[in-house]
């Protein structure tokens, strides 16, 4: 049954690209205007942020986490403690996967830094 679910849903996203404004799109344009081959590219189906699974929602999902993440740093930064604001434009793709990779938060070594170790524990 959940397969034929996913298999009708995936034919109303097939036959209303139109609806979904795929031609918006300007990701795909540019990959067809720098690849120039468009005989390879087939049956040009854009899955919508909706699609739970698509590489749109995953991004969507990507972006809440950093949403997320700086509502919680914003909450830390309110309480008076040293902070800064940044903004980050990625060259490469962060892929969900990635996010453990990239973002880390540690305490410090207590035998290398006791008065900051102890300043993070009890703040």
């Known amino acids: 049954m959940y397969a034929k679910i996913e298999a009708e849903r995936m034919l109303y996203i097939r036959l209303n690209q139109k609806k979904l404004r795929t031609e918006e799109y300007i990701h795909l344009r540019d990959a067809i205007v720098n690849d120039g081959n468009i005989d390879d590219i087939g049956t040009m189906v854009i899955l919508p942020s909706s699609y739970i699974g698509s590489p749109r929602h995953m991004h969507e999902y990507?972006?809440?986490?950093?949403?997320?993440?700086?509502?919680?740093?914003?909450?830390?930064?309110?309480?008076?403690?040293?902070?800064?604001?940044?903004?980050?434009?990625?060259?490469?793709?962060?892929?969900?996967?990635?996010?453990?990779?990239?973002?880390?938060?540690?305490?410090?070594?207590?035998?290398n830094d006791p008065e900051l170790y102890n300043i993070v524990v009890k703040t």
């Open 62 to 111: 990507t972006q809440d986490a950093m949403t997320y993440m700086l509502d919680v740093y914003n909450r830390v930064a309110k309480r008076g403690l040293p902070h800064s604001h940044n903004l980050i434009w990625l060259h490469d793709k962060i892929y969900p996967t990635d996010i453990d990779k990239i973002i880390q938060a540690e305490f410090p070594n207590p035998q």
